[in-house]
């Protein structure tokens, strides 16, 4: 916890579970043993150890979102993270919220400060103890073997009200020297060593520093502890029988005005008026619980304890055409993208759809705060969630959108050209095709903060095409040029890769029930990872000779193989033979031959191919290519065609 | 007169399962409705739970789950009929009633295991395939909701290993079943009282 926010997401997190234990427990009150009762906050006690948000997900309720709301309230547009359960003060406190967290910071820090004293303390009264009567230690030995735990020391000490155990490793237990210390209250104690309550109640007291300003909590640690004990009543009264039952009642009513000891690392029989009252009643209705009981309690707890730890995924609130404008901020700022492709799909739709709020979900930081005010003031205008993408014309939502040339430029940082189109009032005809507009934006997606985002790295530009589906490459569109030149031939590919998170649904509008038809899904999938990608490439030769030379040459081949990072060169290439050949295999390799009519020349296009992609393999463009040229059926040249930059690319 | 609350207490009950395992959907004017609703199932549990209290006395622990769960489970028949979204509250009470519901099969299939001990012909023994019914059902029901909480990251294999339970659990609740009419079965309801309440209805 490293600022306000990230205590207050953390501590209404516990808070949500604590107040699930609190229903959980009244409903199983009477039904589930003392045991399951103090076992049950063990999982608050998981909760509050890891931090609120782990990945992306909330015990029941997304208090990202209540949290965000506040932060947003005030001006901040930041992304609130739970790093670790602890306070952690970076600098000196400038704004409000700081001061704030400096305060709370202090306060834990005098809680834990008030508690090392106090056990300090009991420990110097604790030196000033004599030792016990031999039949005492004789007693204390008995119940001991019986409950099979190791001998601790006992001591007496003048003036104290009650029995007590102190300590985790050396434990001691301390008895009233002035008055004879009941066998039952030996055993409560002895039944406290055998559950290593003393070390419990340091994780409570710990647990309870932390979050000294939620009373809910504050209660919770108060209850845990009187769990503890009547877990230990429970365990005593089931070795006692009849009036020893009573008895034991008797004695813990007698302790009802009697001061207690409430110091961490130590358990004490007398736990408060009130507790004791509490306690008492439990004795009245006091019961053994079946031994098959234990499976029971095992699974609801453990059902529990996956519901809290787990928790569930943050999901994206609904279309927020009319939402306050700072609620609906918040809520979608409160789901983080935790894909590079959710990130990019974000962005894309935010631009299909015009949408300030999807744009939020993927916004860096910095561009938080404007967005902030930017959504404000189109609400005060009823505008609602419109945000202006830098695009010239309006986008095809329908049409979708793809991510081309997508790699990786260094560790978190995935860039890639978005591509949409334009809408029909751009369609044109040339005569014979249909010419289509398409915008691109390169984009930069990086994590930030634990969450991943986008930004575009330059302006949209505009191309036009005759290609109508950009599914499986457009050369209209920037391509990756590879290539290499021996004794005036040179071989080149032209390449491309495209990635899209597939958002089609099918609909089904008849009453017989059959699909007719699909539409593209606008809503962000902010955790998609990629589920559709390609590559395309193309082959050219050029001869820089004289058109002698060329028309010298009635066939061409080439035969080429796409090497990536950390990839083996492969050690043939597909032979060619034939004047109209062509083929590809899934590995990247191509290989086509083509005859040259006279006068051809200075290029000569030797077509291409394309293919799937696995989407969920890292994106790369390939190091280099191997290409073997040859004319005429004959071997020309081996080359290796590496990337030209500044041309097409 | 305990025979004849006993053998409708017991009938109730495997009915109550009849009911919570079998679902009927029909279509009405665009809406499905699950004519065995779950909550007449719980409704039988209640009414079974007065009946046979007196012979188990922790049953009666059993009737405020009962009604909550009988409850939750006809406000879940009505948003299903509607197809009403559940939403975040919806959600927190339904995870309770989960709980409420793996503690509630468990304690009473231990108390019919309790009856069936008592009233069970010799060498039959009922009440422990009752038990074993009872501990195979609450370990199902655990696992399928683990898995639905670890679905995110199991992937494929997820779909297969819940069908796979799902079979494993509905077997268990028809040979539940099947036990509780074989105990019914074997409660001799004296003549007598037949004659005495055809006497009455006359």
């Keep these: 916890m490293r600022d306000l926010w990230s205590f207050l997401l953390q501590t209404l997190n516990a808070g949500g579970v604590a107040v699930l234990l609190l229903a959980v427990k009244a409903l199983f009150k009477d039904k589930l043993p003392p045991k399951w009762q103090f076992s049950a906050w063990g999982v608050l006690g998981i909760v509050l150890l890891i931090p609120a948000g782990w990945n992306g997900r909330f015990a029941l309720v997304n208090w990202q979102y209540v949290v965000e709301f506040m932060k947003s309230a005030v001006g901040d547009f930041s992304y609130t993270r739970v790093l670790f359960p602890f306070p952690v003060v970076r600098s000196a406190p400038q704004t409000v919220a700081e001061w704030l967290f400096l305060v709370y910071t202090v306060g834990v820090l005098v809680h834990l400060l008030m508690y090392l004293l106090s056990y300090i303390r009991l420990r110097f009264v604790l030196r000033k103890g004599a030792p016990v009567s031999e039949n005492v230690r004789e007693s204390v030995n008995a119940i001991a073997s019986g409950l099979q735990i190791k001998r601790c020391r006992v001591i007496q000490v003048e003036g104290l009200p009650s029995a007590f155990v102190s300590g985790v490793i050396r434990p001691v237990l301390a008895i009233p020297a002035q008055t004879d210390c009941d066998g039952k209250i030996l055993l409560h104690e002895l039944m406290h060593l055998r559950s290593k309550d003393t070390l419990w109640s340091i994780c409570i007291a710990l ?53 207690f000891a409430r110091t961490p690392g130590t358990t004490c029989v007398n736990n408060g008026a009130k507790s004791i009252r509490n306690r008492i009643e439990s004795i009245a209705r006091f019961k053994k ?28 609130p609904s279309q927020p055409k009319q939402a306050y404008a700072r609620t609906s901020f918040a809520s979608f700022m409160s789901v983080p993208c935790t894909t590079y492709a959710g990130a990019m799909d974000a962005y894309a739709k935010a631009v299909l759809t015009q949408n300030g709020y999807y744009r939020v979900l993927c916004a860096p930081q910095t561009m938080r705060a404007a967005l902030g005010e930017e959504m404000q003031t189109n ?39 978005l591509v949409i189109k334009l809408l029909s009032s751009e369609v044109r005809y040339d005569g014979e095709y249909e010419i289509h507009t398409l915008a691109y934006q390169p984009l930069r997606t990086y994590k930030e903060n634990g969450r991943w985002v986008t930004v575009a790295t330059d302006d949209f530009q505009t191309v036009t095409t005759t290609e109508a589906d950009i599914s499986w490459g457009c050369e209209d569109l920037p391509v990756l040029v590879y290539g290499a030149t021996q004794d005036h031939w040179t071989a080149e590919v032209i390449t491309q890769n495209f990635y899209t998170v597939e958002s089609a649904v099918q609909v089904q509008n008849n009453s017989f029930g059959f699909a007719n038809g699909t ?52 050690e043939t290439l597909t032979e060619v033979t034939g004047s109209y050949v062509s083929g590809s295999n899934s590995h990247g390799a191509s290989w086509s031959s083509h005859s040259a009519d006279a006068g051809w020349g200075p290029m000569l296009e030797l077509g291409g191919g394309g293919g799937s992609l696995e989407p969920e393999t890292e994106p790369a463009f390939p190091a280099y290519y191997v290409a073997r040229l ?12 590496t990337e030209q930059k500044g041309e097409d690319g | 007169m305990i025979e004849r609350k006993l053998y409708g207490g017991i009938s109730k009950i495997a009915w109550g399962y009849f009911l919570l395992y079998c679902n009927i959907n029909i279509a009405i004017g665009g809406i499905t409705v699950n004519i065995l609703p779950s909550f007449a199932g719980f409704l039988l549990f209640l009414s079974a739970i007065g009946l046979l209290c007196a012979e188990e006395r922790e049953l009666s622990l059993l009737r405020i789950p009962c009604i909550v769960l009988a409850v939750w489970n006809g406000v879940q028949w ?90 494993a659990y509905l077997a268990v609740c028809f040979y539940m079943m099947h036990i509780l009419f074989r105990l019914r079965k074997s409660i001799q309801i004296p003549q007598t009282d037949e004659q005495g309440e055809n006497d009455e209805t006359v």
């Design chain 2, 78 to 167: 009505g948003l299903d009929m509607f197809g009403v979204q559940t939403n975040e509250v919806l959600r927190i009470v339904d995870f309770i009633c989960v709980l409420l519901n793996l503690y509630f099969h468990f304690q009473l299939l231990t108390n019919m295991a309790g009856i069936a001990e008592k009233y069970q012909p010799e060498d039959v023994f009922l009440n422990r395939k009752l038990l074993q019914c009872r501990t195979a059902q609450t370990v199902a029901l655990t696992v399928i909701f683990v898995l639905t909480r670890f679905q995110p990251w199991l992937g494929e294999v997820w779909a297969y290993i819940s069908v796979l339970i799902l079979i």
């Design chain 1, 379 to 417: 609400y005060e205008n009823n505008v609602f969630s419109v945000w202006n993408s830098g695009l010239s014309h309006d986008p095809d939502e329908q049409g979708g959108y793809y991510i081309y040339n997508l790699h990786k430029t260094e560790e978190d940082v995935y860039e890639g050209l």
């Design chain 1, 519 to 570: 539409y593209f899904d606008s809503t962000p999938r902010p955790n998609a990872d990629f589920t559709k990608a390609g590559q395309m490439h193309r082959k050219r030769v050029y001869h820089n000779g004289t058109q002698e030379e060329r028309d010298a040459v009635s066939v061409i081949s080439l035969s080429v193989s796409a090497v990536y990072p950390g990839e083996e060169q492969p």
């Design chain 1, 289 to 316: 619980y079946p031994h098959g009981m234990r499976l029971v309690s095992v699974c609801i707890l453990l059902l529990l304890g996956l519901s809290a730890v787990i928790g569930e995924p943050v999901t994206l």
């Design chain 1, 207 to 259: 647990l309870r520093s932390l979050h000294w300003c939620n009373p809910l909590l504050v209660y919770c640690a108060k209850r845990a502890v009187n769990d503890m004990e009547a877990r230990c009543d429970q365990c005593v009264l089931e070795q006692l029988e009849g009036e020893e039952r009573r008895e034991y009642g008797r004695i813990l009513l007698s302790m009802v005005n009697e001061r």
């Design chain 1, 630 to 641: 040859g004319t005429d059926s004959e071997f020309k040249a081996d080359l290796i065609l």
